[in-house]
């Protein structure tokens, strides 16, 4: 699901991804291996239950839970009332569900505050937000234009409402619909796209999967996937102008999967298997998602049988730079660049997330992610990494939504698993992705499968945030580790969003900070690319320009300068990320010791 119009560890490089030119089908030489899952990690045989379900974590706290409020709960586990995509503006968490959405204060995240609950019917109810303006996925026909809870009798655009939502949340306790696109597929999932050459208006990119709409009730429809105006094979940009957001409206329906050489719309992956036993994914008419970085003019979509990269620079009309498939993936869900956009990591959603496809019977490779390098503005292959423990037959699970933890020098991503639980994991090495952490709990019931678990997970300004389908909201602390030390820790929590929209990523800054320097140190010593006196010595050098004043500042201030031009020498000695550890430990030891004098 971002959500449910499909159906539905790191491990060696089992199936290749391959470019996509003239369409050659992936090699046939896959074998979907299935190798045991470890039975005594502590996530394994949880006891079940709804709000007291047992848990497991590791190198996480818990710190805060709100139960669903009043009028988003169904313990059937329906889809009228789960909870699905967050978005955040100051101290403000905006948590999306298919029967409307809840507004949470956590200035203080240890102690949320519900602030305010809207019904307004229509999934995916998936949310994101800019300035004053908060926008909503709409996709089920039951959506109403005015958001009422009634439904819609016959075929009506007037009545009926299936596309994004614009609310206008200058009063945040009263928000305030003022537009209503409409789409001809619904709008499953939505991307902002702020461009930077263009401060009069923001940009909408709309993923429908629904069916196309009949031409009687929304005229500018096209069903048939031969008519060269058809409504499939492309995505929807929506233009809107910040000084009138009111009159938002569709400006393209840019061709993004058409063939190269004939213009043909369909250009793409055609559907079915890619041989002998491998997944059979879905043909490529719609993205699923799109994760866009408009600073490096690169988005990423997750298309049904594809993964492509996009130019956006201009963002009326993204180009298509490359796309691969794969033949582990059934359906390409969502996508997450790392912060320098070297790297980009894909999700399969198998199963379309309503499915128990992390049993230790389940492929690794299947239902997983895969991390490609960028190199040259085309995808290359890295591997997979999916959530290690065995789950029940009881328990949905697959990959779903995620976000990068801004540790300095390395990728982090933690990700939600549905029923699977969260797993936070290190893809620096795309290779050989680790995990770091994680939180899980029992089956929401002992004997039934029923959707739930986590649908998101996002860092935030210190915490991670998971949006909880059928519990809540859960709020978490990241605890030191051998993997993970308390100045990474510290150092992450440094960078300050004042608003985050997971897919739309902006370029992650740190401060000239000692703190930051501290990390770098831990991560060289990690990877014995920097020994422990040596270290040890950086450490206390920077404990006496920080504490200290007056000559002893000045001795500890000269010793570190003297110490960053070493540096910049060793990382010429070193290869990899350690010698970017290395400049870039370099180059805050002096940034900081300069603000020191």
């Not at 037959?393 to 990959?399: H, I, Y």
């Not at 680790?434 to 935030?460: C, H, M, N, Q």
């Not at 985050?500 to 140190?521: D, R």
Request: glycine fraction near 10%; charged fraction near 20%.
């Amino acid at each position: 699901m971002r959500a449910r119009a499909v159906f539905g560890m790191a491990v060696g490089v089992l199936g290749a991804a391959v470019a996509i030119g003239a369409q050659t089908p992936p090699p046939k030489q896959y074998v979907a291996q299935t190798p045991p899952r470890p039975s005594d990690d502590p996530r394994v045989g949880l006891k079940p239950g709804l709000q007291d379900a047992g848990v497991a974590a590791k190198n996480l706290e818990l710190v805060a839970h709100m139960p669903k409020p009043d009028g988003f709960q169904d313990p059937t586990g329906g889809f009228n009332f789960m909870n699905s995509d967050v978005a955040f503006q100051g101290p403000h968490l905006f948590q999306g569900n298919f029967n409307g959405f809840n507004f949470y204060n956590v200035e203080d995240p240890r102690k949320p505050q519900l602030r305010v609950s809207m019904v307004c019917p229509g999934g995916q109810g998936d949310l994101s937000v800019y300035k004053n303006l908060l926008f909503m996925s709409v996709e089920e026909t039951r959506g109403r234009v005015d958001c009422g809870s009634q439904g819609v009798q016959g075929i009506s655009s007037t009545e009926r409402f299936r596309g994004v939502r614009i609310f206008d949340i200058t009063n945040i306790d009263k928000p305030k619909q003022i537009a209503a696109v409409q789409t001809c597929r619904g709008s499953h999932t939505h991307t902002l796209v702020v461009d930077p050459k263009d401060p009069n208006n923001i940009y909408i990119y709309g993923s429908g999967t629904g069916g196309v709409r009949q031409a009687t009730e929304l005229d500018s429809c096209v069903g048939d996937p031969k008519d060269p105006n058809t409504s499939l094979f492309s995505i929807d940009v929506i233009q809107v102008p910040l000084k009138a957001p009111e009159t938002a409206k569709i400006v393209n329906r840019p061709r993004i999967f058409a063939d190269s050489a004939t213009g043909a719309p369909n250009g793409l992956w055609q559907g079915g298997a890619h041989g002998a036993e491998t997944q059979t994914s879905f043909i490529t008419n719609q993205c699923h998602d799109i994760t866009t970085y408009p600073a490096l003019g690169l988005a990423a979509g997750a298309c049904s049988g594809n993964g492509i990269l996009l130019d956006i620079s201009d963002p009326v009309h993204p180009k298509r730079l490359d796309a691969v498939t794969d033949n582990a993936f059934a359906y390409w869900h969502s996508a997450t660049f790392n912060n320098d956009g070297t790297k980009v990591l894909f999700s399969d959603e198998w199963g379309g997330g309503t499915s128990p496809f992390c049993r230790n019977t389940d492929p690794l490779t299947w239902g997983a992610d895969a991390i490609f390098d960028i190199v040259d503005k085309k995808l290359v292959f890295g591997n997979y990494y999916k959530m290690p423990a065995p789950q029940t037959e009881f328990e949905n699970c697959v990959a779903h939504n995620g976000s990068i933890v801004p540790v300095p020098g390395r990728d982090i991503m933690v990700q939600a698993w549905y029923q699977g639980g969260l797993s936070m994991f290190d893809f620096t090495d795309a290779k050989n992705p680790v995990e770091i952490a994680y939180f899980d709990r029992g089956p929401v019931y002992p004997d039934k499968l029923v959707i739930g678990g986590y649908w998101s997970t996002y860092y935030y300004n210190g915490y991670i945030y998971g949006s909880e389908i059928m519990r809540g909201l859960d709020i978490f602390a990241l605890v030191a580790s051998d993997q993970l030390s308390q100045n990474e820790i510290d150092a992450a929590a440094l960078v300050k969003w004042g608003e985050l929209n997971v897919q739309e990523q902006t370029p992650i800054t740190w401060p000239a900070s000692f703190v930051v320097a501290k990390a770098y140190v831990d991560q060289l010593v990690r990877s014995k690319a920097m020994a422990t006196a040596r270290a040890d010595s950086l450490r206390a050098a920077m404990d006496r320009a920080e504490k200290s004043t007056g000559a002893a500042r000045t001795s500890a201030v000269t010793e570190l300068k003297t110490a960053a031009t070493q540096l910049k020498t060793d990382a010429g000695k070193v290869t990899g990320r350690d010698a970017q550890r290395m400049k870039a430990l370099a180059d805050v030891i002096t940034a900081r010791s300069a603000q020191l004098k």
